[in-house]
């Protein structure tokens, strides 16, 4: 079975563009989760979605958007982008809601964005 | 407030040298389960254990144990016998709620 895919891998971009992350989670699960990681730092929550609805967010800006598809599939949006947005974006996929308490969140490896 | 720490930033050893990676953590939560995830260079956050705050035995699994300790706040792992293909940044991570709370991480090295 394939993992968690996220695509593209690595990303340029210029201060002030928009960018689109992508994540497929794994076959069967509804919940996916971003997450940013700054260089250096551990990952940090941006948002999760189960059966298409956000259902936790962190402390981002509006600038960040998320969506979920009918096939459980997400998409990231950054917005207005800044070069402190420069990190590894990693997607998580769990079988249900309560990731931790009934099932484990699986990553996939990540997209670097780079913002220049 | 819910936090880990792990204050070790980097640990380098030699390959067959055990090691162990600290990791204290903070929760209002009488319940919590915590992790451990392995990040090689590749990016990709692997997996390595779930542990739930009302299961205080210790775990072991091949080359990998791990230390619960509650009274300390404390759930560190060891690798026995470290090998190089174990370098990498390793996490310690709480659950909040629905969300996965990080620490900062400590980067392995292991050399031949």
């Known amino acids: 079975d394939a993992g968690v895919t996220q695509s593209p891998t690595h990303l340029i971009k210029t201060r002030g563009q928009q960018v689109t992350l992508r994540c497929s989670p794994i076959s069967g699960h509804k919940s996916v989760s971003w997450y940013q990681q700054v260089l250096g730092q551990g990952p940090q929550f941006i948002f999760q979605y189960y059966e298409k609805e956000e259902r936790g967010r962190g402390n981002f800006p509006d600038r960040f958007s998320a969506r979920q598809f009918p096939n459980y599939s997400s998409e990231l949006n950054v917005n207005a982008l800044l070069l402190g947005d420069s990190a590894l974006y990693l997607c998580a996929s769990s079988l249900g809601l309560k990731q931790g308490r009934n099932t484990e969140a699986f990553f996939g490896q990540g997209t670097r964005l780079t913002v220049v | 407030a819910q936090k880990v720490t792990q204050a070790q930033t980097e640990i380098s050893v030699v390959e067959k040298e055990d090691v162990t990676l600290d990791c204290v953590y903070e929760?209002?939560?009488?319940?919590?389960?915590l992790f451990w995830y392995k990040q090689p260079p590749s990016g990709e956050l692997v997996f390595l254990i779930r542990?739930?705050?009302?299961?205080?035995q210790n775990e072991i699994s091949g080359r990998y144990s791990w230390n619960f300790q509650k009274s300390t706040s404390s759930f560190n792992f060891t690798i026995t016998a470290s090998q190089v293909v174990d370098s990498a940044v390793y996490f310690c991570a709480l659950i909040d709620t629905d969300k996965l709370i990080f620490g900062t991480g400590t980067r392995l090295q292991v050399f031949p």
């Open positions: 542990r739930n705050s009302f299961d205080e």
């Open positions: 929760t209002r939560d009488t319940t919590y389960y």
